[in-house]
């Protein structure tokens, strides 16, 4: 791909890549036990904006990876993102029936189905991630699983769980955020980069600024996307938030100060991506999609 | 610990040690968010038979490991074992509400809770493995993904959930089982031994035959336990598969039929440790335990 073609058509090829990837790698859809496959393509493929996949193969391009191997790294993201989503829409959890503008994996394979077919989509994020050629993939599998687990992803969903009886404040609301949705985006800019040669002390701070802004920039959209949003441009049920009382930026801040909130973090993520170098361009176009998304 | 120490002393003392390994590596339960932790902590800790752990460490002393090394991996594959267990209690999989003699983890936790509990402990089990010294640590996080997915103990789950539906006949019952019980015990012998010096072709085709017997009677054991156990004795509910109609060894070949299997497989396990010479007395001492077990 010319490395000046436009950002929308960036961001449209490398969606397809990573959807061809998770393709080729997860087990065929008719192989045994065939539903749990089923399931599987069903929750991870056909949809989704694949943020973190784009974010891994934007990081990959600040360390001149090859595209081959931030694949892996971008299946892997993809499929532990969408694991986390099945789970959350069950019943026990948030009780959603629509997701990426179909029906919820629960609701068209059943709770059990859908339980493991999260359960096995975890399993292969690492499973994938495990097949990249790597030079340290061991220390990739912890970063993933860190992310992934009690003090990432799962440790945020517990912390929002607890929040439907006692509202958070907005100290509690960015570690929920930063655990819930952060973790993982930090790992796909961490784990993207680690996919080329190895940026200096300086280079990985300015990452890692990066991708704390960019993961609570995009928090802070989707509480603006809830109240503002309908469930036809979000692809998932709009309202939610003011229904289940939680609390959000919006709520906290109020619209305008959320407003605001997502103007300084994207100028912080594009800030951090400057000091990065030219090679950091997706990082900056990423930033400024994000802030700007309307889906 | 002496070489010469008796079977039950050996497996008390790594049952012990497999148990503050894990208490050791997992965030405490004060950790916040503290509920979490909690319940990961009372579905891993404080109970169970470790035998996944106490195979780890056997295939370890084949292969000449520091226990040191092996204990990552025990703790890894009972975390594993653990979450899956979570998971099968949940409402909409077996809906059991006991589980190693205590309230399982829904019923103690809630059922949102305890799915992620199970979810974290997934992830844990990637972190304790990553962490790990292997030389091909990324090879072993493969091997456990793939042991733990769809085509390992999540899809045997998935065949299992399909038989309340159809029963299984003979040959789908073993795959379930090879899949469902079968490849987490493969892997915590393969793994195991991965952590000493590696052994030849031979041996690996020992230890593979070995653990495929021995995960295979470790099942036939519990079919019939479920006919002759109580849930005092056993821990958990006691006559489920009858209730359920599942189908079993025990209805598929009849008590007397099963035992008989029970035996065949123990005389394969203890010939294919045989084969791999005077360490391998703990996996041929293991052999005739599983075989014998009552709970």
């Known amino acids: 791909m010319h490395p000046d073609v436009a950002f929308p058509v ?14 080729r790698l997860l087990p065929p859809a008719a192989e045994s036990p065939a539903r749990l496959h089923e399931a599987m393509r069903y929750a991870v493929l056909g949809g989704g904006k694949r943020v973190r996949a784009l974010l891994a193969y934007a990081a990959g391009e600040v360390a001149n990876a090859d595209p081959a191997v931030v694949d892996h790294v971008a299946a892997s993201v993809e499929c532990l993102h969408a ?3 099945v789970h959350d829409d069950l019943p026990c959890m948030d009780d959603d029936a629509l997701r990426r503008g179909k029906p919820a994996c629960h609701v068209a394979f059943g ?5 493991l077919a999260g359960d096995a989509l975890q399993s292969f994020a690492f499973e994938a991630l495990a097949a990249a050629p790597l ?3 061991a220390r990739a599998a912890g970063l993933l699983a860190e992310a992934a687990g009690s003090r990432g992803m799962a440790g945020g969903q517990a912390i929002d769980l607890a929040a439907f009886d006692a509202a958070l404040d907005l100290p509690e609301l960015e570690r929920m955020h930063r655990l819930k949705t952060g973790a993982l985006i930090r790992a796909a800019v961490r784990l993207g980069a680690d996919c ?3 940026v200096d002390a300086d280079g990985n701070d300015a990452l890692l600024r990066y991708a704390s802004a960019i993961g609570l920039a995009f928090q802070v959209v989707d509480d603006v996307l809830d109240v503002e949003g309908t469930a036809q441009s979000l692809g998932k049920t709009a309202g939610k938030d003011a229904v289940q009382r939680k609390s959000t930026y919006v709520t906290l801040l109020g619209l305008t100060a959320a407003r605001e909130r997502i103007a300084a973090l994207r100028a912080e993520a594009r800030a951090a991506a400057a000091a990065l170098g030219s ?7 990423m930033a400024d999609w994000i802030a700007a998304r309307t889906h």
């Open 10 to 23: 960036w961001c449209s090829e490398r969606a397809r890549r990573v959807e061809n990837v998770i393709d």
């Open 279 to 285: 090679r950091a361009r997706r990082l900056e176009e």
């Open 135 to 137: 030079i340290e993939g």
């Open 83 to 85: 694991y986390s989503l």
């Open 111 to 115: 709770e059990a189905m859908a339980l």
């Open 196 to 198: 080329g040669r190895l």
